[in-house]
């Protein structure tokens, strides 16, 4: 053999091992991925730092069926859908912004143990988004709409049960004072004309307290002037007032926030008034606001 056809049949083995050892690089490459994309699937959507809380078939109707004074929004999910996977930041976003007001909650219809819940609230596709607003004694409404933070937290606060009364005038605020005067009236006086979330949140969580709003109008002033206002009115105003009678009112000085205008109530209403179903937690801030 020639020395040119020895260092031929050399070169020719190290192109053979080079091409061997890129083999078996892509094939360990593809492996690693392979374990990459598998640890993803299987990862769980949410953990217990996160607002969103998630429920088994242990713990389903504890947290969203127990309790009619409760909005409960929660997603039906699994593990390896990326859809699911897609609404996770959004849905987590929605929960953060109504936190305290509204309760999130995930349920992994991949986990055979959970397969009956998902299978009563007929799950036939993923993600699955319901409303759950007035316990056992309502069905829930489904979520049809975009999986974004803002349509989800907007549609989530357009759930909770309105218990707030809309007094319309001076001649409508005696009566509604009247009605079991025994127990707080807290009043809002503002230019809004709708109801706001926060409101109607507080109401559902202080049911034995009676809520109602007022709007600002000139066949209003009387009313403006017995509450202490002066000035125009550049934000609501909010009144405690006990025993049926304007000249007990008591106005809010707090920010407009549900937290602080959650922890005033608890210190400020009877027990009584508290829905009996759950203990008050401090809240998480949120950007909701009367």
């Known amino acids: 053999m ?7 049949t050399v070169s020719e083995l190290f192109a053979d091992m080079n091409v061997e050892l890129k ?15 598998l640890s993803v699937a299987h990862a769980a959507l949410f953990t ?29 999910t699994a593990d390896w859908c990326g859809h699911c996977r897609n609404l996770v930041p959004e849905y987590k976003s929605a929960a953060k912004s109504l936190s305290g007001m509204v309760n ?6 991949d986990s055979d143990t959970n397969r009956p819940i998902c299978s009563r609230y007929g799950v036939r596709g993923f993600p699955t988004v319901k409303a759950f607003t007035r316990g056992r004694k309502a069905p829930p409404k489904d979520y049809n709409g975009e999986r974004k933070a803002n349509a989800i937290s907007e549609w989530a606060g357009n759930q909770i049960r309105n218990l707030v009364t809309r007094v319309s005038d001076n001649e409508a605020l005696q009566p509604w004072l009247d009605t079991e005067k ?10 809004k004309a709708t109801t706001s979330t926060l409101l109607k949140a507080l109401a559902l969580k202080y049911p034995g307290a009676k809520f109602g709003i007022m709007k600002a109008t000139s066949r209003n002033k009387d009313v403006k002037k017995e509450l202490g206002l002066t000035g125009e009115l550049t934000s609501p105003a ?17 920010s407009l926030k549900f937290k602080p205008l959650r922890d005033w109530l608890e210190d400020e209403l009877p027990e009584s008034s508290k829905t009996p179903f759950e203990t008050t937690k401090k809240a998480k801030k949120t950007k909701s606001e009367l």
Do not use: W
């Open 2 to 8: 020639t020395s040119f056809n020895k260092l031929r």
């Open 23 to 37: 083999r078996h690089q892509k094939m360990k490459l593809t492996l690693i991925l392979s374990a990459f994309y």
């Open 48 to 76: 217990a730092k996160d607002q969103v809380k998630t429920l088994d078939n242990a713990s389903f109707d504890k947290h969203v069926l127990e309790n009619p004074y409760s909005t409960s929004v929660v997603s039906f």
């Open 104 to 109: 999130f909650f995930n349920v992994d219809c």
């Open 182 to 191: 025994q127990a707080p009236h807290i009043l809002v006086y503002t230019n």
């Open 238 to 254: 909010v009144f405690l007032i006990r025993g049926g009678s304007l000249e007990t009112a008591e106005k809010y000085e707090g």
